[in-house]
């Protein structure tokens, strides 16, 4: 499988499926950008800025954070046990079905 399906529900609540390929090292950030939602994406996915904060909604299991996004949530706004930032999941099957909410715009 080259491509997967992800769920993003935008800031006034819709849900949007899109898919995304697999086999181009992109990440949630990127797909959310191409899609043309509104994710800024600000540092260009280096977990410096929390502008793709997004909240985890499904039981997809993820990769633990690293300190980069642990440290980067910790200054953010609208933080959640369920934050993570869109720049740091990578897209591939482990995470096909993954359903995630944008986080308010600070």
């Known amino acids: 499988m080259n491509e ?10 819709e849900a949007h499926e899109l898919v995304g390929p697999t ?9 959310c950008k191409a899609y043309e939602l509104p994710v ?5 996915g280096m977990a410096m800025c929390a502008t793709c904060q997004c909240y985890l909604e499904s039981e997809t299991a ?7 996004e642990l440290d980067m949530l910790d200054q953010a706004f ?4 369920n934050s993570r930032l869109g ?12 359903v995630l909410r944008l986080a308010p715009e600070a």
Request: proline share 2%; glycine share 8%; with cysteine.
């Open 78 to 81: 609208f933080v959640k046990n």
């Open 87 to 98: 720049c740091q999941i990578q897209l591939n099957e482990d995470i096909n079905g993954i």
């Open 23 to 31: 086999d181009m090292n992109m990440n949630i950030m990127e797909l």
């Open 62 to 68: 993820l990769p633990e954070q690293s300190d980069a």
């Open 40 to 44: 800024l994406g600000e540092c260009g």
């Open 4 to 13: 997967i399906t992800v769920t993003i529900i935008d800031r006034e609540g």
